[in-house]
Every structure is written in C-alpha cells, then in structure tokens.
C-alpha cells in the first residue's frame, strides 16, 4: 500500500499564476481533505470531496476550489495567488462515516509564490 | 466554535526521561482525536486515535488519554530518544471528519 501520494514536493510560482496540486488516497479510502500550513501553525482545513462533491469547507476564499474523481483522487486549484498562499499543503484521506476511521496524510506539496 | 490548545510550544529534555504532551480542546462533542508527528518540512504521521468512546490508547512507548468532559487529552512518552525530536500535533474531529488542529508541541530530545 502506497499510502496518500502527492504530487509535486514542491512548486515555485509567481503572484497572480496559477497553481494545482494532485493527491491519491491511501487504497481503499473514500474522502480526501486538504489542509494549509503555514509555517509554525497547525494545518488549516481547506475542503473535504466525497462522491465527487465537496462535503464542507473552511474558511477560504473562491480562489480556492478542487475536484475529485471517480478513482477518489483529488486536485486543489488555487487561482490568482498571493504572496500569503506560500505553505505547505497536505491532503487527508479517511473512510467517511466511521468513528474509528483514521486521518492519513501525504508528505505534502511546498508552495513557495514569489 | 471548536479550538485546540496544546502546551507547551515547545519542550527540550534529556534522553532517557519520561515526558507528557498535553492538548485541549473547548467543545466535548467530538468524534475522536487524533495525536499526529510531523518532522520538519515533512508530512503528518499518525501516532494514535482515540475514538471518543475511548479512555486511552497505547502504542509502544506512546500512550495517549482522554478526558472529554474536562476537554483534555495527554501523550505520554516513554524513555524518550533523540529520534523522537519533532513537532507533535493533536488534532479533534467531529462527525464530518474535519479535523481541527492545535499549533503543535515541538520536542528536542537530547543525546
């Protein structure tokens, strides 16, 4: 089992670009989350996908939004960044619905917008 | 609104001594809690999962507790090395899945 794998490790992008980070859940999962963070902070939940749809959503912007497929896997796109958009961005995937379902997580994508 | 507190920030102890992580969180309705390690620049590693059902769980020489009446829980490390040095973070989730996070407890254990 591969576990969660995200891709790229890290992206340098330029203010006002475009950015879209890719996440495959660990085998067998069906949610997969995203999170933020910055640098010396505790990760901020972004969004959850479940069935293709977003289930919830955190406190961001529109600039944010994201996409998940029939095999589960999942992108965040994140238009129009900002000098703040720079952290690190960790995908979650879990089994919806069962208390004992464990959070794994990716190694993560570092975002550095110049 | 829930929100997760850990102290301390930060902790440095000699190798071989037993220590206690603490996190707190201001909302009992939660689902469960999970203690993760993170190294730096890297991604979460799952320690424990504490169902809320649950009082405590053990891995190895980590034990986790807790108390959601009094919105507590604690990481127990035993003998502590040097390669447990990292920022360990809690984190509460409801029944949704979404996991609210503390700022992190960041261990130097040494040689």
């Known amino acids: 089992d591969a576990g969660v794998t995200q891709s790229p490790t890290h992206l340098i992008k330029t203010r006002g670009q475009q950015v879209t980070l890719r996440c495959s859940p660990k085998s067998g999962h069906d949610t997969v989350s995203w999170y933020q963070q910055a640098l010396g902070q505790g990760p901020q939940f972004i969004f959850q996908y479940y069935e293709e749809e977003e289930r919830q959503r955190g406190n961001f912007p529109d600039r944010f939004s994201g996409h998940q497929f029939p095999n589960y896997s999942s992108e965040l796109n994140v238009n129009a960044l900002l000098l703040g958009d720079s952290a690190l961005y960790l995908c979650a995937s879990s089994l919806l619905g069962l208390q004992d379902t464990e959070a794994f997580f990716g190694q993560g994508t570092r975002l550095t917008v110049v | 609104k829930q929100e997760v507190t850990q102290i301390p920030a930060a902790l440095s102890v000699p190798e071989g001594e037993n220590l206690v992580l603490n996190c707190s969180f201001t909302?009992?309705?939660?689902?469960?809690l999970q203690w993760f390690r993170q190294d730096p620049g890297k991604g979460l590693t799952s320690l424990l999962l504490i169902q809320s059902s649950q009082r405590e769980q053990t891995s190895g020489r980590l034990n986790a507790s807790l108390d959601k009446s009094s919105g507590r829980s604690t990481l127990y490390i035993a003998a502590s090395q040097p390669g447990d040095s990292a920022t360990y973070l809690c984190?509460?989730?409801?029944?949704?899945?979404?996991?609210?996070f503390g700022q992190g407890t960041t261990l130097q254990v040494k040689p």
């Open positions: 984190a509460v989730a409801g029944n949704t899945g979404k996991l609210i």
């Open positions: 909302d009992s309705a939660i689902y469960n």
